[in-house]
């Protein structure tokens, strides 16, 4: 099994630029969620799903915009990249279980907005 | 605000040694669990410790859990050069339990 992945790995973008990070995983989980990671403030929660058709904001939402039509598929949208938004982005799935399941996590994708 | 703080940030000791490392936390929690993170890699999940336990142990990983002081901490005994790494802690909080919440890290070195 791939597990979750991420792509691409890394991405420049000129400040105005929109693009989408892509996640998928193949274990049939129904829990995704993005964090995104900068130096000193850990994993910060950006957007999370419960299951295909139902997403919700997490800890630093804004500039960003999520959908799940598939159980597969979690893609973070930035619609006018700043650069506020350089940082590693990484995208988690696992089991439900009320949260006392473990989280898998992607390889990460290295934004740099110039 | 984060929930999970880890305590030391940076954590340097020799090989062999024990390593020892703290998170506390802000809210009532369902489980904690601890993640390993190599140098560009993703996060690896380590060890869960639901609220009501006390202490579980997995190979060369203790963690404890202290819900009183809201408080965790994460022993690694004989230390490898490979256990060199960020660790983390993060929090399934009660209210809106789907999330996982991550605490800053601590950052380990292994001297050979």
């Known amino acids: 099994n791939a597990g979750v992945t991420q792509t691409p790995k890394f991405q420049v973008l000129k400040t105005g630029q929109s693009m989408t990070l892509q996640c998928a995983q193949d274990?049939?989980?129904?829990?995704m969620s993005w964090y995104r990671q900068d130096p000193g403030m850990g994993l910060r929660l950006i957007h999370y799903?419960?299951?295909?058709?139902?997403?919700d904001q997490g800890e630093v939402p804004n500039g960003y915009n999520v959908s799940r039509s598939t159980t597969e598929d979690f893609p973070l949208r930035l619609l006018s990249a700043a650069p506020s938004q350089t940082s590693v982005y990484f995208c988690?799935?696992?089991?439900?279980?009320?949260?006392?399941?473990?989280?898998?996590f992607g390889q990460g994708t290295r934004l740099t907005v110039v | 605000s984060q929930q999970g703080e880890e305590d030391p940030q940076a954590l340097s000791i020799q090989e062999g040694e024990n390593a020892t490392m703290n998170c506390s936390y802000k809210?009532?929690?369902?489980?904690l669990q601890w993640y390993r993170q190599n140098s560009g890699r993703g996060l690896v999940h380590l060890i869960l410790?639901?609220?009501?336990?006390r202490e579980k142990h997995s190979g060369r990983l203790r963690v404890t859990l202290d819900t009183s002081k809201k408080s965790s901490s994460l022993l690694i005994t004989a230390s490898r050069a490979a256990d060199t790494a960020s660790y983390f802690c993060?929090?399934?909080?009660?209210?809106?339990?789907?999330?996982?919440?991550f605490g800053q890290g601590t950052r380990l070195t292994i001297n050979p």
């Open positions: 988690a799935s696992r089991v439900p279980g009320g949260g006392s399941t473990e989280a898998f």
């Open positions: 274990m049939n989980h129904e829990y």
């Open positions: 799903s419960v299951g295909a058709g139902i997403t």
């Open positions: 809210t009532s929690i369902n489980n």
């Open positions: 410790i639901r609220s009501n336990e």
């Open positions: 993060a929090t399934a909080v009660i209210q809106g339990a789907q999330k996982l919440v």
